[in-house]
């Protein structure tokens, strides 16, 4: 209920403004590219799902297709699927709409933290109903576009802090745990190796390619997928996995893992060399980042 208040009350805010003719910073948030949308609809037709198609795709035929996943087991892929198709939200000037909230225009005026973007709104008010002399400047104006770019890189800044942060109290956690076996969920597909989120410590760790099978792999960006060219032995994204600890560097926020079973099946071993060990690599930090996404619905939220 506090939340659904404070939505609206960053709408009336937005509202306020506009009918003003004042200045402010949108929160924006645009919706995803028609690419991301064709990869998610043939991730959802593989599963046995439906994406409309032909039409404007809006807010509610994603939670329908949430929806449809719900309790199924693609439930947590198609969540996963669904998220990384989403565009990053952002501040600016000019209004393009919340598309994760469905909504016409949507500003942060209030929050249970404090942002830098609801104080310039505020401001933005006192200007428009000539409350004080605490309004935005002429500068402030001139310069709104410029401030909306900076505070959206200091959020994503912030945001990556906070992900490096945990990975590495996560790593010193598991440094001794080395060649213990866990079970997790792929959260991630790269042409170097997949992702695995753990489901003890939702650990994010990497599985280098080499530590996979002992066979070349295809990657399929698109479809987010890895097949053996020798026995078609196929990865993607959401499935089950037992992986084996590698390496944990608590250093980095490192975390590399063997690969040992997918979905209840071992990939194909020849018993040859498996690649050699070493400090884990920069592939490990390429990726990270891309698979510790916020994991929510798409539904009503702060933005």
């Known amino acids: ?12 805010a937005a509202e306020t403004l506009r009918e003003k003719g004042s200045a402010l910073l949108y929160r924006v948030h645009e919706e995803p590219s028609p690419e991301k949308m064709e990869s998610l609809r043939e991730l959802a037709r593989e599963a046995g ?17 949430l929806k449809q996943a719900e309790g199924t087991e693609f439930d947590e892929l198609i969540n996963m699927a669904t998220l990384r198709s989403m565009t990053q939200a952002y501040y600016a000037p000019l209004n393009f709409g919340h598309f994760g909230l469905a909504l016409r225009e949507y500003a942060h005026f209030t929050s249970p933290i404090r942002r830098y973007a609801d104080l310039i709104v505020h401001r933005g008010l006192i200007s428009a109903h000539k409350w004080g002399d605490d309004g935005l400047s002429p500068w ?11 505070i959206s890189e200091a959020e994503r800044r912030s945001m990556a802090a906070e992900r490096d942060t945990a990975d590495r109290y996560l790593a010193a956690y598991l440094a001794d745990r080395v060649g213990a076996e866990f079970t997790g969920r792929i959260s991630g597909v790269a042409r170097f190796g997949v992702f695995v989120k753990l489901d003890e410590t939702g650990a994010d760790g990497l599985v280098p390619i080499r530590a996979i099978g002992d066979e070349y792999f295809r990657h399929d960006p698109e479809a ?3 097949e053996g060219e020798r026995t ?14 590698a390496e944990a560097e608590p250093v980095t926020g490192g975390i590399a ?11 194909a071993r020849s018993g040859g060399r498996r690649g050699r060990k070493g400090p884990i690599g920069r592939a490990a930090g390429k990726g990270r980042a891309g ?4 994991k929510k619905k798409v539904k ?4």
């Open 140 to 150: 402030d104006i001139e310069n709104l576009e410029e401030t909306g770019k900076q």
């Open 1 to 12: 209920l506090v939340e659904e208040f404070m939505v609206l009350a960053n709408v009336a």
């Open 49 to 65: 799902f439906n994406l409309a198609k032909g039409q404007v795709l809006m807010t509610r035929h994603f939670n329908q297709l």
């Open 232 to 245: 078609g032995f196929r990865i993607g994204l959401g499935q089950r996995v037992k992986v084996k600890l």
């Open 257 to 267: 893992l063997e690969l040992l079973e997918v979905e209840g099946e071992a990939p």
């Open 224 to 226: 987010q997928t890895l």
């Open 291 to 294: 698979a510790a996404k916020a």
């Open 300 to 303: 009503r939220k702060r933005g």
